[in-house]
């Protein structure tokens, strides 16, 4: 059995991947917190949810993330060993836990990449990816993880490609809110002005929320 008190994960679609993944092996004792894209709003988050992580002894973050490596494409679930931010500071994440977690899934393990904002072109990813000893790069780990461990609490991250190296995307980051809110209307118009680019958005979104909903319950299956 699988020592994970409780998931970490955006709120919205991912979080309801998640949910749909552990219904299907029938899994109620993981308590999962959904938290806003990115990191303004983390200490509100951890003053919300502080009781629920406090009793936590092991937190597991999931989500999608994006592809910095013509190794990964859409679909492909990694374990992140480490982690850094855009000003190179690095976290390691708990060896014993995320080694529990392999043992379990037979996946690759990765470094990460937190950035403040979403990264839409495929050639910036390539520009980061010189940049940084980085294979995956997300919004949200490397500050969770940071104040987690603060707290004594071991910290996995696991995450699903939703976005590769074969073509760009549409630029989202005004359509985020200063409270991480995916906005609809500022969404829709970023999507209608890139259509090609929404399209992939879209398929890549769709397949990698499958891919996250499967890998949550194959971990937690029997």
């Known amino acids: ?12 679609a991912e979080y309801q991947a998640i949910c749909r993944g552990l219904a299907k092996v029938k899994i109620d004792s993981i308590q999962v917190i959904a938290i806003p894209l990115g990191v303004k709003q983390i200490s509100q988050v951890l003053s919300d949810y ?9 937190v597991l973050i999931m989500g ?16 992140v060993k480490s982690c850094q931010d855009l ?3 690095l976290i ?9 977690l392999q043992q379990k899934l037979s996946i690759n393990l990765v470094a990460g990449l937190t950035s403040d904002r979403v990264i839409t072109q495929a050639t910036e990813k390539l520009i980061l990816a010189q940049g940084y000893p980085a294979t995956i790069v997300e919004m949200e780990g490397y500050s969770y993880v940071r104040e987690l461990q603060r707290r004594g609490i071991a910290v996995a991250m696991l995450r699903v490609v939703s ?5 760009d995307l549409p630029d989202l980051n005004q359509a985020i809110d200063s409270q991480g809110n995916l906005q609809t209307l500022p969404m829709a118009i970023a999507l209608i002005k890139q ?4 399209i992939r958005l879209i398929k890549g979104s769709l397949t990698g929320l499958k ?5 949550t319950a194959k971990l937690f299956s029997s």
Not at 50 to 58: P, V
Not at 64 to 79: H, I, R, T
């Open 195 to 198: 259509p090609m680019a929404a």
């Open 1 to 12: 059995m699988l020592s994970i008190n409780t998931i970490v994960v955006p709120q919205g």
């Open 64 to 79: 999608l993330c994006g592809s910095l490596s013509d190794d990964y494409y859409v679909a492909d679930s990694v374990l």
């Open 87 to 89: 000003s190179h500071n």
């Open 163 to 167: 976005d590769d190296l074969c073509g």
């Open 211 to 215: 891919a996250l909903e499967q890998i």
């Open 50 to 58: 502080s009781e629920q992580i406090n009793n936590s002894t092991n």
């Open 92 to 100: 390691d994440l708990d060896a014993k836990l995320t080694g529990e």
